[in-house]
């Protein structure tokens, strides 16, 4: 069982921004895909960035260029830096991980793919007014 704790969600006008945190409680950390994902109400979930295990970051379109994947190993944290919010990112953003032995030689899109994902966190809220 992995557990997955996110934080730093909040209310922010557009143009602001946010850091997301996710502490992971499984060792060792660094044979994860991570990722963050969101969803909007009445919408799907959809990937937002993930963070291969050699340090390979992926994004959605949409947010490239204004928001950054991280992590810190000794934390077993994940970040999300979030600039430049627009009321569209409003949603529920969820910290995801699954062993990376699942992503490969598989297609690279997959990582994007909620359904891959086993371990989920609970979710913390982004609001965005503008």
């Known amino acids: 069982r992995v557990d997955l704790v996110e934080s730093g969600g909040g209310s922010v006008q557009a143009g602001g921004s946010l850091k997301l945190s996710c502490v992971h409680s499984?060792?060792?950390?660094?044979?994860?895909?991570m990722g963050w994902f969101r969803q909007a109400p009445g919408k799907e979930r959809e990937a937002v960035a993930v963070?291969?295990?050699?340090?390979?970051?992926s994004y959605t379109e949409s947010v490239k260029g204004r928001f950054t994947i991280s992590k810190d190993d000794a934390k077993r944290t994940l970040y999300l830096q979030m600039d430049n919010l627009k009321p569209e990112d409003t949603a529920m953003y969820y910290c995801a991980a699954e062993p990376s032995r699942r992503f490969s030689g598989k297609s690279y899109s997959l990582r994007h793919d909620v359904s891959a994902y086993i371990y989920w966190g609970r979710g913390t809220q982004v609001t965005v007014s503008s």
């Open positions: 963070l291969d295990n050699d340090g390979t970051t």
């Open positions: 499984d060792d060792p950390y660094n044979t994860y895909y």
